[in-house]
């Protein structure tokens, strides 16, 4: 089972917790402990974002298979034929 992180509206509490998919969302403990129970909080799900993966060397799409710029060649010559002699 995956591990999802939630987060109390009232005290900010976040807490990390095991469960399946289909669970129902947890209670902030805290807040029912202090409120005696008349006040039963339900936890927010926090979604953390998530970055996408740099890969480094050779071996990669990126780096092994990507075209590359063609260089452009400024010291090629053309010499044009003279007309004039």
């Not at 109390?8 to 129970?37: F, H, I, L, W, Y």
């Not at 890969?55 to 400024?74: A, L, R």
Request: glycine share 4%.
């Amino acid at each position: 089972m995956p591990i999802y992180t939630f987060k109390c509206p009232s005290c900010n509490k976040e807490e990390d917790v095991n469960q399946s998919m289909k669970a129902p969302t947890p209670v902030c403990q805290r807040c029912v402990n202090a409120s005696c129970g008349l006040h039963i909080v339900e936890m927010d799900r926090v979604w953390k974002k998530t970055g996408k993966p740099q890969f480094k060397g050779e071996g990669f799409y990126e780096t092994d298979y990507k075209e590359k710029p063609k260089e452009k060649n400024d010291n090629i010559r053309v010499d044009k034929p003279d007309f004039n002699s």
